[in-house]
C-alpha cells in the first residue's frame, strides 16, 4: 500500500514541477496520435461519404469487413506494419521502421476502421427528408456531401476523439513498430511498460495519471458536444 | 459560395499541415537529435542499436550513450530487445549495431555473413535467484545440480517454482543450455511438463519482478540483479560455476549485406567501448550505488572470457 501511496505522491511531484522526461513523452505522444487521428480523419470521411450514398456490388461486405476491423487487435497491426515497413519488407526502402512516422502509420490503420464506420452509421441514419431537401436547393454533389457533414458534425467530432483516445492508449503496436527508442519513439503507453518493468512505478504512474487526463479531457469534451447538439 | 471556398482552402491547408508534420517527424527525428550546421547535414545522423535488455535496464548504457554523444554528432537509437530479437533485426538490416550476450548464437550470425567485427567489452555472471526459504534446498550447488534438484522438487513440492525468460534471449539461451548440461531436453522434458515451469516471456527486469511476485526461482545476469536487488526479496542461491559467464559482445551489421548501414558510427561506438576510459566507466559503473560492480571490463580479462587478446582490446580499423 505504502507504495502505492508514494508512487502516487512523486507522481504528483513529477507532474506539478514539469518533469522535462515525463512531458517530453506526452508531448509526443500527443503529437504522434493527433498526427495519425488528422490523417485517418481526411482519408475516412470521404470514404464513409461513398459508402453512405452510392451502391455497388460488394458494398455490404465491406461494411461488415469495417464493422470487423473495430477489434482489429493492435499487436497484429504491429507484426503486419513491421513486416511491411522492415529493410526486408516492402516498404523497407523508405527506412522508417523504428520512427514516429511508423508509429503514426500504425496508428492511422488502428483507426481508419473506428471513423469509417461510426461515420457511416450516422450517414445512414440521417433523415431523409433532409438529404431531399439539401438535393431540392439545388446543390451540386460537393456542396451535397459537405452540408451532410454538417448535420452530422457531432457525431464525427465525438467519432474522432474516440479515434484519438483509442489510438494514444494502443500500446501493442507502438512497441513493435517505434521500438520504445527514449527520446525518439517513447510514448506515454510503452513508457509506462518499460518503467513498471524497470521498476521505476513513481514515473509510470506519472505518465499514467497524464494519460488517465488526456482520456477524461477527451471524455469532458464529447460530453458537452454531445449536450451541445441535443 | 464563399464558404464552399474557404472550405476547400481549409481543407487543402490542414492537408499541407499534415504533411509537413508526417515529413518533420519520419525525417528529422527526435527532439534530443543533435543539432546540425544547416549548411552541411542536412539531417543528424543516427545510430540504431538493438542490445539485451540487461545493458538498458541496469542503466549502464544509457550512461555510455551520454558519454558517446558528447565527442560525436550522433543520436544513438537504443532498442532493447533481447539478444533473439535483435539478432533479428539484425538479420533484416534494420539497426546497425548489435550488442548481444549468446556467443553461439552470435557465431552464427557472423558465420552467416550478418555481423563483422565482434569486440567484446563486458562481462559478468549469471546465478540462480530464488526466495531466500529456498524451498528446493539448492543454495551453493552447481548450476546443473540445481537444476536436476528443481525439476525433481517441482514434481511435489509446489512452493517450488521456477520463471524463464522464454524469449529466446541471451538468458533464456543459457538456462537452455545449463538444462542440456543437466540431462534434459528441453524442448520435451522441461518446457509444458507442469505448472512449476513459468514462461514470462519479457525482460530480465520484468521476469525478476515475476519471480518475485511469486516467490519463484530464476535464471538472472549478476548485473540486472545488482540494480534490481533492492526493489526484490530474492537472493543469490548459485553463483558460481563455468557455465555461468556472461559475454557481452558489441557487433556491426556487415555493410556488403546492407549497403545502407552507418557502419562508420558503428565502428566508432564498438571502438568507444573498449577504450580503457570507457572500460573503467563500465568497471565502476554502480559502485557507488550498490556497493559492487555490475558489470566487469574485458580489458586485461580475455583470457577469463575465452576469446582472443584482438576479440577484447584491439580497435577495429
Same mark, same amino acid.
Given at each position: 500500500?505504502?507504495?502505492?501511496?508514494?508512487?502516487?505522491?512523486?507522481?504528483?511531484?513529477?507532474?506539478?514541477?514539469?518533469?522535462?522526461?515525463?512531458?517530453?513523452?506526452?508531448?509526443?505522444?500527443?503529437?504522434?496520435?493527433?498526427?495519425?487521428?488528422?490523417?485517418?480523419?481526411?482519408?475516412?470521411?470521404?470514404?464513409?461519404?461513398?459508402?453512405?450514398?452510392?451502391?455497388?456490388?460488394?458494398?455490404?461486405?465491406?461494411?461488415?469487413?469495417?464493422?470487423?476491423?473495430?477489434?482489429?487487435?493492435?499487436?497484429?497491426?504491429?507484426?503486419?506494419?513491421?513486416?511491411?515497413?522492415?529493410?526486408?519488407?516492402?516498404?523497407?526502402?523508405?527506412?522508417?521502421?523504428?520512427?514516429?512516422?511508423?508509429?503514426?502509420?500504425?496508428?492511422? $490503420?488502428?483507426?481508419?476502421?473506428?471513423?469509417?464506420?461510426?461515420?457511416?452509421?450516422?450517414?445512414?441514419?440521417?433523415?431523409?427528408?433532409?438529404?431531399?431537401?439539401?438535393?431540392?436547393?439545388?446543390?451540386?454533389?460537393?456542396?451535397?456531401?459537405?452540408?451532410?457533414?454538417?448535420?452530422?458534425?457531432?457525431?464525427?467530432?465525438?467519432?474522432?476523439?474516440?479515434?484519438?483516445?483509442?489510438?494514444?492508449?494502443?500500446?501493442?503496436?507502438?512497441?513493435?513498430?517505434?521500438?520504445?527508442?527514449?527520446?525518439?519513439?517513447?510514448?506515454?503507453?510503452?513508457?509506462?511498460?518499460?518503467?513498471?518493468?524497470?521498476?521505476? $512505478?513513481?514515473?509510470?504512474?506519472?505518465?499514467?495519471?497524464?494519460?488517465?487526463?488526456?482520456?477524461?479531457?477527451?471524455?469532458?469534451?464529447?460530453?458537452?458536444?454531445?449536450?451541445?447538439?441535443? | 459560395?464563399?464558404?464552399?471556398?474557404?472550405?476547400?482552402?481549409?481543407?487543402?491547408?490542414?492537408?499541407? @499541415?499534415?504533411?509537413?508534420?508526417?515529413?518533420?517527424?519520419?525525417?528529422? /527525428?527526435?527532439?534530443?537529435?543533435?543539432?546540425?550546421?544547416? /549548411?552541411?547535414?542536412?539531417?543528424?545522423?543516427?545510430?540504431?542499436?538493438?542490445?539485451?535488455?540487461?545493458?538498458?535496464?541496469?542503466?549502464?548504457?544509457?550512461?555510455?550513450?551520454?558519454?558517446?554523444?558528447?565527442?560525436?554528432?550522433?543520436?544513438?537509437?537504443?532498442?532493447?530487445?533481447?539478444?533473439?530479437?535483435?539478432?533479428?533485426?539484425?538479420?533484416?538490416?534494420?539497426?546497425?549495431?548489435?550488442?548481444?550476450?549468446?556467443?553461439?548464437?552470435?557465431?552464427?550470425?557472423?558465420?552467416?555473413?550478418?555481423? @563483422?567485427?565482434?569486440?567484446?567489452?563486458?562481462?559478468?555472471?549469471?546465478?540462480?535467484? /530464488?526466495?531466500?526459504?529456498?524451498?528446493?534446498?539448492?543454495?551453493?550447488?552447481?548450476?546443473?545440480?540445481?537444476?536436476?534438484?528443481?525439476?525433481?522438487?517441482?514434481?511435489?513440492?509446489?512452493?517450488?517454482?521456477?520463471?524463464?525468460?522464454?524469449?529466446?534471449?541471451?538468458?533464456?539461451?543459457?538456462?537452455?543450455?545449463?538444462?542440456?548440461?543437466?540431462?534434459?531436453?528441453?524442448?520435451?522434458?522441461?518446457?509444458?511438463?507442469?505448472?512449476?515451469?513459468?514462461?514470462?516471456?519479457?525482460?530480465?527486469?520484468?521476469?525478476?519482478?515475476?519471480?518475485?511476485?511469486?516467490?519463484?526461482?530464476?535464471?538472472?545476469?549478476?548485473?540486472?540483479?545488482?540494480?534490481?536487488?533492492?526493489?526484490?526479496?530474492? %537472493?543469490?542461491?548459485?553463483?558460481?560455476?563455468? %557455465?555461468?559467464?556472461?559475454?557481452?559482445?558489441?557487433?556491426?551489421?556487415?555493410?556488403?549485406?546492407?549497403?545502407?548501414?552507418?557502419?562508420?558510427?558503428?565502428?566508432?561506438?564498438?571502438?568507444?567501448?573498449?577504450?580503457?576510459?570507457?572500460?573503467? %566507466?563500465?568497471?565502476?559503473?554502480?559502485?557507488?550505488?550498490?556497493?559492487?560492480?555490475?558489470?566487469?571490463?574485458?580489458?586485461?580479462?580475455?583470457?577469463?572470457?575465452?576469446?582472443?587478446?584482438?576479440?577484447?582490446?584491439?580497435?577495429?580499423?
Amino acid at each position: 500500500m505504502n507504495e502505492i501511496i508514494d508512487g502516487f505522491l512523486t507522481a504528483i511531484h513529477l507532474i506539478v514541477t514539469f518533469d522535462p522526461e515525463v512531458y517530453e513523452v506526452a508531448f509526443r505522444s500527443i503529437y504522434i496520435t493527433f498526427s495519425a487521428t488528422v490523417i485517418a480523419s481526411v482519408i475516412s470521411i470521404p470514404i464513409a461519404l461513398f459508402l453512405a450514398f452510392r451502391t455497388f456490388p460488394g458494398k455490404r461486405t465491406i461494411i461488415n469487413l469495417v464493422h470487423t476491423l473495430y477489434a482489429l487487435p493492435t499487436v497484429l497491426i504491429g507484426l503486419v506494419v513491421f513486416l511491411m515497413l522492415s529493410r526486408q519488407g516492402p516498404f523497407g526502402f523508405l527506412g522508417l521502421l523504428f520512427t514516429p512516422g511508423a508509429m503514426i502509420i500504425g496508428q492511422v $490503420i488502428l483507426i481508419i476502421p473506428i471513423i469509417i464506420g461510426l461515420t457511416y452509421s450516422a450517414l445512414v441514419a440521417l433523415d431523409p427528408v433532409i438529404k431531399d431537401t439539401i438535393i431540392s436547393l439545388g446543390a451540386d454533389y460537393f456542396q451535397f456531401m459537405v452540408s451532410i457533414l454538417k448535420e452530422i458534425r457531432f457525431v464525427v467530432y465525438a467519432t474522432v476523439a474516440m479515434a484519438f483516445g483509442r489510438a494514444i492508449s494502443e500500446v501493442g503496436a507502438a512497441i513493435m513498430i517505434g521500438g520504445n527508442i527514449r527520446g525518439y519513439t517513447r510514448v506515454l503507453t510503452t513508457s509506462i511498460a518499460l518503467e513498471t518493468s524497470m521498476g521505476n $512505478i513513481e514515473l509510470s504512474m506519472a505518465l499514467g495519471m497524464i494519460l488517465l487526463f488526456i482520456a477524461l479531457t477527451l471524455n469532458f469534451i464529447m460530453t458537452s458536444i454531445r449536450r451541445e447538439s441535443d | 459560395m464563399d464558404i464552399m471556398v474557404n472550405r476547400n482552402f481549409l481543407l487543402a491547408a490542414l492537408v499541407l @499541415i499534415v504533411a509537413v508534420f508526417f515529413c518533420g517527424c519520419t525525417s528529422d /527525428g527526435g527532439n534530443d537529435a543533435a543539432p546540425t550546421d544547416s /549548411g552541411t547535414a542536412a539531417t543528424p545522423e543516427f545510430l540504431k542499436i538493438a542490445t539485451t535488455t540487461s545493458l538498458d535496464n541496469t542503466g549502464l548504457l544509457a550512461d555510455l550513450k551520454d558519454r558517446f554523444e558528447e565527442d560525436h554528432d550522433v543520436t544513438l537509437q537504443i532498442i532493447a530487445a533481447g539478444t533473439g530479437k535483435a539478432l533479428e533485426y539484425g538479420e533484416r538490416g534494420d539497426v546497425d549495431v548489435l550488442m548481444v550476450h549468446d556467443r553461439a548464437r552470435e557465431d552464427a550470425f557472423m558465420d552467416n555473413g550478418y555481423g @563483422i567485427n565482434r569486440r567484446v567489452f563486458a562481462y559478468n555472471y549469471f546465478m540462480i535467484v /530464488g526466495p531466500e526459504s529456498d524451498p528446493a534446498g539448492i543454495a551453493g550447488m552447481t548450476p546443473e545440480d540445481a537444476f536436476v534438484t528443481l525439476i525433481e522438487e517441482a514434481q511435489t513440492n509446489p512452493d517450488v517454482v521456477v520463471v524463464s525468460r522464454g524469449d529466446s534471449s541471451g538468458t533464456h539461451a543459457k538456462e537452455q543450455a545449463i538444462w542440456a548440461s543437466a540431462g534434459y531436453d528441453y524442448a520435451t522434458e522441461v518446457v509444458g511438463s507442469g505448472d512449476w515451469y513459468i514462461e514470462g516471456g519479457q525482460g530480465m527486469g520484468a521476469t525478476l519482478q515475476m519471480a518475485n511476485e511469486l516467490q519463484a526461482y530464476t535464471v538472472s545476469d549478476s548485473g540486472t540483479y545488482l540494480a534490481y536487488q533492492g526493489d526484490i526479496d530474492l %537472493v543469490p542461491l548459485v553463483d558460481e560455476g563455468d %557455465v555461468l559467464l556472461n559475454i557481452y559482445g558489441a557487433m556491426m551489421i556487415n555493410p556488403e549485406k546492407f549497403s545502407y548501414v552507418n557502419s562508420e558510427m558503428a565502428k566508432e561506438w564498438i571502438n568507444f567501448l573498449i577504450t580503457p576510459e570507457t572500460q573503467q %566507466v563500465i568497471a565502476d559503473f554502480g559502485v557507488e550505488e550498490y556497493g559492487q560492480p555490475l558489470f566487469f571490463p574485458s580489458l586485461g580479462n580475455y583470457e577469463i572470457l575465452g576469446v582472443t587478446r584482438e576479440e577484447a582490446e584491439s580497435p577495429i580499423p
